[in-house]
C-alpha cells in the first residue's frame, strides 16, 4: 500500500494536466501489477512510467487485489464429501449411459404400469434414483463413523459426546441395513 | 518364586525320579519363552504378515481348484505366447520379434509394441525356478505369477500404512487388501495380465516415492525411479503416475508445504524415471513428446523456479526487493512456459491427448467419436452395485478415512488423499479402473478402523489411569464428586466400547464373508471354459472353445488364414497356432472395420472382401444352443458401428427394425441374409433346442429365428463343437471359368 501511494504521489507530481480517458482503469491495473517499490529494478515500470503515465493521471482507487486465502481442511473434506456422494452414486454412468430415473414394467394380466426402484439382470447397470439412494446410505455410514470419533473426543460436554455417540450408533446401523438390503434385492442370489 | 520352585522339586522327588528333571527343564524353558513386550508385538506383526501372505495367494486359486490350471480369458493368451516366445528363444530374438501370423498381411511388430515387464518377469521366475532344480511348465508360472504378486502387494500396502498412518493401519491395510474383490477381480490365478504385476509395482512406487519425501534421501528417491521403470515396463496405466505425482507436487506448493526434502525426492525420481522409461521402445520418447506427460514437465520446472526463488532469497537482505523479483520471476517463468507448450503443440512436437486417455476427463468423448473404445464392456461407466460389489464396507469406511487423514495432515496423507480421490474419480468414469483405486481405498479405510479401533481401546484402557490420578490428586468436594460420577459412568463407558469393538468385529467378519463369496462366484471364471447348471443340479461344462481352436490346429494347413471378430485373435494364435486377420490388440482400426464390413454384408460382397484378405477359414461364436449370451449375434451391433465408422455404406438403420434389434420374423431384410446371420444359424433350423419350443428357436435370444432355411454359396461348414459355440467355416476357391 505504502508503494502504491508512493507511486502515485510521484505521478502526481510529475504529471501534466490530461483529461481522463478510457484507458486509465486498465492503466490502473497494469501499473498494479507492475509496481515495485521505489527500487527500479524492473524494467516494464520503467517504461510505463514514460509512455502512458507521463500524461495520463490514474485516478485515486481504493481497490484491493483479490488475495488468495487457503480454505480450512474441514472446508475442504464437506466438498470432497460431496463429491464422493456423487461419484460413488453413479453420476458418471447417469451421464453417460442417460438411464431413467425409475424404471418401469407392465403388469401382464390387469395392464397396469408399475414401478420398478432396482434395475435387476446386471450388476453395473441403474436407475438415478437407485444410484443416489445407494451413495447416501454410504455417506451416511461414512459420517457415522465419524460422528462416533467426535463423540470420543474429550473437550465437550458429557450430553453432547452421548448424543454425537447414539447418533453415530445409530447412522452406521441403518447404512449398513439399507445396504445389504438393497444389495439383496438387487442381487438375487446374493451369499447363496 | 524361588521359594515355589523349591516346595515343587521337593515334592516331585517325593514321586518319581525323572519327573523333576522334565519339570525343571519345562520350568525353566517356560521362564525363557516368556517374552518382552517389544518382542511379543513383533511376533504378533510378523506372524500376520505371513498368515496375510498365505491368504492372499489361496483366495485367488478357486478356478485352479474347480476346473484346470489354465490361462483365462483372452488377453492373457497374448502374453502367455509372448512368454514362451521368450523362454524359448532369449531375450533378443524377443526383443526384435515382427510376427507375421497376427494382423495378417499387415504383421505386428511385438518387440516394439507391447510392455514388456509381466514377461520378463514371469520368465525370470521361471528360470530361477529351473536353475534350483524346479522344473516346472512355463504354464504353471503364468497362471500362479499374479496371486504371488498380490501377496508381495499386501506386505507394500503394510510398510505404506506404517509410513503414513502406523503399524495398526498398516496391518489392517494388508488385510484388507489380501482379500479385497476390486483387486481380486484382476488377479486371480490365471489372468495373466499386465494388471497382476502392475498394480505392485504402481503401490511399490508410490510407496517408495511417499517414503523419500518423507526422510529426503537420495536413496529413496533413487529406489522410486526404479520402481517407476518397473511400472512403466509393465503397464500402459504409468500415465496416472506421471501425472498424479507432478499434481501432488504441486498441491504441496500450494499448501505451502515446499522443503528441501521434496525437490530432492521429485527432481531425482522424474529425471530417472524419464531416462528410464526410455528405454522401453513401446514408451519411447513420449515421455518429451506426448501431452499426457507435460504436466510432469511443467511441475518439474515450477520446482526449479522455487528452489531459485529460495536461494535468491537467501541471498537478498531486502524483502522488497524479493517481492518485485518475485513476480518479475513468476511472471516471465509462466510466460515462457505457456509459449513453449503452445509452439510445441502447435508445431506438432507435441501430440495430443490419446484418444483412451482423453475419454477418462470427457466421459462422453469415447460414445460419440470412437466406437471401438465405447464398445469394451470393461470401459463403461460404474454404477453404484459394482462399487458395492467389489468393496464392501469400504465404501463406509473411506470417507471415515479421509475425515481422519484431515484432521492430521502430513506430506503423507495429503498423498494418500489425493491418490484416493482422483482413482476414485476414474474408477467411477471407467469400470476397470475399479482395479486402480483399491489400493487407496483399502489404505484409507484401514486408517479409519484403526484409528477408530485405538479410540475405543483407550476408553477401555482409561479405566486403571482415573482412580490413581484422583488419588494423587487430594480430595477436594468438586474432584471427589467428579470422581463418583465418573466412577458411575465408567463400567458403562468401558461395556460400550466392548460393544463397539464387537461390532468393529462383525462388521470386518461380514467383509471377509462377503469377499469370499464374490470370488467364488462371479471372479474365479476362466471365460474360456463356461459351466452350467444341469437339470439336476449337477455341473455341466462347456469347453467348446479350446475344442474349435485344437480342431483348428490339427486339421487345417499350417498356412490357413482365419477371420473371426477381434475378441477371439489372440486365442486362436496362441492355442489353434494359426494366422489371424484381426485380434485384441485392435491398432488398426480399418482393418477391424474391414472385417465387420465383411461380416454385415451379403454373402457376395463378403466373398470378395474375403478373398481379398486371402482367408482361408471364418470363425463365428453362437449362443443359440446353450443360451451363451456373449456370443457374436449379440456383439453385431458393434461390428456394423465399426464398419459403418470407417464404410459409410453399412449403415446401422438397415439391421434394425424401428430402433429395435431383432433376429426373428419381423428382422429387417438385410439382416436375415448378412453373412454373419447365414453363418450363426445355418443348419440351426432344424433342431429343437427346448422343450415345447418350435424348430430354430434361440435361446440366447429367446425367438425363433427368422430365416431358417440357410443356403451358403461360397462357404461350407468345416466343424460345429458339441454345444454349437463355436463354428467353423471353409471358404471355397472360386469357381474355374468356363
Not at chain 1, 502515485?8 to 498494479?32: F, H, V, W, Y
Not at chain 2, 489400493?439 to 478402523?449: E, K
Not at chain 2, 481401546?457 to 482412580?467: I, N
Amino acid at each position: 500500500m505504502i508503494e502504491r501511494k508512493a507511486n502515485l504521489s510521484l505521478r502526481i507530481r510529475s504529471e501534466k494536466m490530461a483529461p481522463r480517458s478510457d484507458s486509465q482503469t486498465l492503466a490502473t491495473g497494469s501499473a498494479m501489477s507492475d509496481t515495485s517499490g521505489e527500487s527500479s529494478i524492473d524494467p516494464i515500470f520503467h517504461i510505463l512510467r514514460i509512455i502512458p503515465f507521463s500524461f495520463l493521471r490514474p485516478p485515486r482507487l481504493r481497490l484491493k487485489l483479490p488475495s488468495f486465502t487457503l480454505p480450512s481442511p474441514m472446508t475442504v473434506f464437506a466438498l470432497i464429501l460431496l463429491t464422493y456422494f456423487l461419484v460413488v452414486s453413479g453420476f458418471v454412468y447417469d451421464v453417460i449411459v442417460e438411464p431413467p430415473g425409475i424404471g418401469s414394467t407392465q403388469d401382464p394380466i390387469t395392464g397396469s404400469v408399475r414401478p420398478v426402484v432396482f434395475m435387476s439382470g446386471r450388476v453395473n447397470g441403474q436407475y438415478i434414483i437407485e444410484g443416489l439412494s445407494s451413495g447416501f446410505m454410504f455417506v451416511l455410514g461414512g459420517i457415522g463413523i465419524i460422528m462416533l470419533d467426535l463423540a470420543l473426543d474429550k473437550n465437550r460436554a458429557k450430553s453432547v459426546k452421548a448424543s454425537y455417540a447414539t447418533a453415530g450408533i445409530t447412522s452406521i446401523v441403518i447404512a449398513y441395513v439399507m445396504s445389504m438390503l438393497f444389495i439383496r434385492i438387487k442381487i438375487p442370489g446374493y451369499l447363496h | 518364586m524361588g521359594g515355589k520352585q523349591d516346595s515343587t522339586k521337593s515334592e516331585s522327588m517325593a514321586t518319581t525320579k525323572t519327573a523333576p528333571d522334565l519339570l525343571n527343564s519345562s520350568i525353566f524353558s517356560f521362564k525363557s519363552l516368556k517374552l518382552k513386550t517389544k518382542q511379543q508385538e513383533l511376533l504378533i506383526r510378523v506372524s500376520i504378515l505371513g498368515l496375510v501372505y498365505v491368504l492372499a495367494f489361496i483366495a485367488r486359486l478357486f478356478s485352479v481348484l474347480r476346473y484346470e490350471s489354465m490361462i483365462h480369458e483372452f488377453d492373457p493368451y497374448f502374453n502367455y505366447r509372448t512368454t514362451l516366445f521368450l523362454t524359448e528363444k532369449g531375450f533378443y530374438e524377443f526383443w526384435n520379434w515382427f510376427d507375421s501370423e497376427s494382423w495378417y498381411p499387415l504383421g505386428r511388430i511385438i518387440g516394439g509394441t507391447l510392455y514388456p515387464g509381466l514377461m520378463v518377469t514371469a520368465a525370470l521366475i521361471y528360470w530361477t525356478l529351473r536353475f534350483l532344480r524346479f522344473f516346472v511348465h512355463i504354464r504353471e508360472v503364468c497362471v500362479l505369477t499374479a496371486p504371488f504378486f498380490a501377496s508381495n502387494t499386501t506386505l507394500v500396502a503394510y510398510f505404506f500404512g506404517k509410513e503414513i498412518w502406523d503399524t495398526g493401519a498398516g496391518l489392517v491395510a494388508a488385510v484388507l487388501i489380501a482379500i479385497c474383490p476390486g483387486y481380486i477381480s484382476r488377479s486371480v490365478a490365471g489372468s495373466y495380465d499386465n494388471e497382476a504385476v502392475a498394480i505392485f509395482a504402481l503401490l511399490l512406487t508410490f510407496y517408495l516415492f511417499v517414503k523419500a519425501v518423507n526422510t529426503g534421501s537420495l536413496a529413496w528417491a533413487l529406489g522410486s525411479a526404479f520402481g517407476y521403470f518397473y511400472m512403466v515396463s509393465a503397464w500402459g496405466g504409468y500415465v496416472f503416475i506421471i501425472n498424479l505425482v507432478p499434481l501432488y507436487v504441486l498441491v504441496l506448493l500450494i499448501t505451502g508445504r515446499y522443503s528441501m526434502r521434496l525437490y530432492i525426492a521429485y527432481n531425482c525420481m522424474y529425471i530417472l524415471g524419464m531416462l528410464l522409461a526410455m528405454q522401453i521402445r513401446f514408451v519411447g520418447f513420449q515421455h518429451v513428446q506426448s501431452g499426457e506427460h507435460m504436466g510432469a514437465m511443467g511441475v518439474f520446472l515450477l520446482m526449479q523456479v522455487f528452489y531459485f526463488l529460495d536461494w535468491v532469497k537467501y541471498q537478498l537482505n531486502d524483502i522488497k526487493l524479493f517481492q518485485t523479483f518475485l513476480r518479475i520471476t513468476v511472471t516471465s517463468a509462466i510466460l515462457v512456459g505457456g509459449v513453449a507448450l503452445g509452439v510445441g503443440t502447435a508445431s506438432g512436437y507435441i501430440s495430443p491427448w490419446t484418444g483412451r486417455f482423453y475419454s477418462l476427463l470427457d466421459p462422453t468423448y469415447a460414445k460419440d467419436h470412437i466406437p471401438i473404445i465405447a464398445s469394451v464392456s470393461e470401459h463403461q461407466p460404474t454404477a453404484w452395485s459394482s462399487f458395492m460389489f467389489d468393496y464392501h464396507i469400504l465404501l463406509f469406511l473411506f470417507p471415515a478415512g479421509l475425515y481422519f487423514c484431515f484432521k492430521r495432515l502430513t506430506d503423507a496423507t495429503i498423498f494418500i488423499v489425493m491418490y484416493g480421490l482422483t482413482s476414485l474419480y476414474f474408477a467411477g468414469v471407467m469400470v476397470r479402473l475399479i482395479l486402480v483405486a483399491t489400493p487407496a481405498v483399502c489404505l484409507i479405510s484401514a486408517i479409519a478402523v484403526s484409528a477408530t479401533v485405538k479410540n475405543l481401546t483407550s476408553l477401555l484402557r482409561t479405566k486403571q489411569k482415573v482412580p490413581q490420578s484422583g488419588s494423587t490428586k487430594g480430595a477436594g468436594s468438586s474432584k471427589a464428586s467428579s470422581k463418583v460420577t465418573l466412577d458411575q459412568s465408567q463400567p458403562f463407558q468401558k461395556n460400550g466400547a466392548i460393544a463397539l469393538l464387537l461390532g468393529v468385529f462383525y462388521l470386518l467378519s461380514r467383509y471377509a464373508i462377503h469377499c469370499t463369496w464374490v470370488t467364488s462366484e462371479a471372479y474365479s471364471s476362466p471365460s474360456i471354459v463356461l459351466a452350467a447348471r444341469g437339470a439336476h443340479g449337477n455341473r455341466i461344462i462347456f469347453d467348446d472353445y479350446r475344442e474349435a481352436y485344437y480342431w483348428l490346429r490339427q486339421n487345417t494347413p499350417t498356412d490357413a488364414k482365419i477371420m473371426s471378430w477381434w475378441d477371439y485373435g489372440y486365442q486362436i494364435t496362441a492355442m489353434g497356432n494359426r494366422t489371424v486377420i484381426v485380434d485384441n490388440n485392435t491398432w488398426n482400426n480399418t482393418h477391424i472395420a474391414t472385417v465387420g464390413r465383411a461380416m454385415s454384408s451379403y454373402e457376395d460382397e463378403a466373398y470378395d472382401i474375403m478373398r481379398s484378405l486371402d482367408v482361408n477359414y471364418v470363425l463365428v461364436v453362437f449362443g443359440g444352443v446353450t443360451g451363451y449370451s456373449s456370443d457374436d449375434i449379440n456383439k453385431f451391433l458393434w461390428m456394423v458401428r465399426i464398419g459403418g465408422g470407417v464404410f459409410p455404406v453399412i449403415k446401422e438403420p438397415d439391421y434394425l427394425v424401428n430402433g429395435e434389434f431383432r433376429v426373428d420374423k419381423g428382422a429387417s431384410p438385410k439382416m436375415l441374409n448378412c453373412l454373419m446371420y447365414k453363418l450363426c444359424y445355418y443348419r440351426f433350423g432344424e433342431l429343437t433346442t427346448e422343450y415345447g419350443k418350435p424348430t430354430g428357436y434361440d435361446r440366447a435370444r429367446g425367438v425363433e429365428i427368422g430365416n431358417k432355411d440357410i443356403k451358403l454359396e461360397h462357404l461350407e461348414e468345416a466343424y460345429t463343437t458339441s454345444n454349437w459355440i463355436v463354428r467353423i467355416y471353409r471358404v471355397k476357391p472360386p469357381t474355374n471359368r468356363l
